[in-house]
């Protein structure tokens, strides 16, 4: 996708915050410090749209960014970020749910993975629920410039061992360093919005 166009929107807590211009949305899921920002950043091709921080969990809300006007990228908070309270961490639980069980102009879910450390508990709970929930799910490891290319492999297995990722759901090497993934990506988000 060439991209003309990329702003931020809006961070949206409840439902009637969210946008109401029925464009399709793709929704970013991962732990915190996953690398959320930077792909969306990669994505998009600017530097810092969305805001990278040395510090996990600064986002707590559902961040929306408008493409092209043709279809918003929604990030979620990061979960598993210790410095989070309980109430905290059932909050951003009970957002991302009602989100993902009631928003229409949901296309796909990018559930965001490290490519050096094994799925947490988290991650397989979060993919698990996506499935439960018939959620068309594109499973992004990333930081693939951290680890040797010799092993991407073995990590990528590994990924989709933990996961028990089911072979229709995509997975996607991706490097926001490098630019590896981005067309690989666009391609996916452009056919899932084109449903």
């Keep these: 996708m ?7 929107v809006i961070s949206a807590v409840k439902p009637h915050q969210y946008p109401e211009d029925a464009l399709p949305e793709i929704a970013l899921a991962g732990r915190s410090n996953v690398g959320k920002s930077s792909l969306i950043n990669k994505l998009i091709l600017r530097k810092n749209l969305a805001r990278t921080s ?3 969990g600064k986002t707590q809300q559902l ?3 408008r ?7 929604v990030d979620f ?4 970020y210790a410095k989070v309270s309980k109430t905290q961490r059932v909050l951003f639980g009970e957002m991302i749910e009602r989100y993902l069980q009631g928003r229409e102009p949901l296309k796909l879910q990018l559930l965001i993975i490290d490519i050096r450390h094994e799925p947490s508990e988290q991650d397989q709970q979060m993919y698990k ?3 439960h929930y018939e959620i068309p799910t594109c499973v992004v490891v990333t930081k693939a410039d951290k ?4 092993k991407w492999d073995k990590h990528i297995k590994m990924v989709k061992k933990t996961l ?6 995509s997975v996607v090497l991706f490097s926001s360093e490098l630019g590896i993934g981005r067309e690989q990506l666009w391609d996916i988000i452009n056919e899932a919005i084109a449903t």
Aim: net charge negative.
């Design 147 to 150: 680890i040797p290319k010799s």
């Design 77 to 80: 908070p990061g979960y598993g």
């Design 54 to 56: 040395s510090q996990p």
């Design 164 to 169: 028990e990722v089911d072979p229709r759901d």
């Design 2 to 8: 060439k991209i003309t166009q990329a702003e931020f």
């Design 67 to 73: 493409v092209n006007d043709q279809v918003y990228l």
């Design 129 to 131: 629920w996506l499935k």
């Design 63 to 65: 961040n929306y960014y």
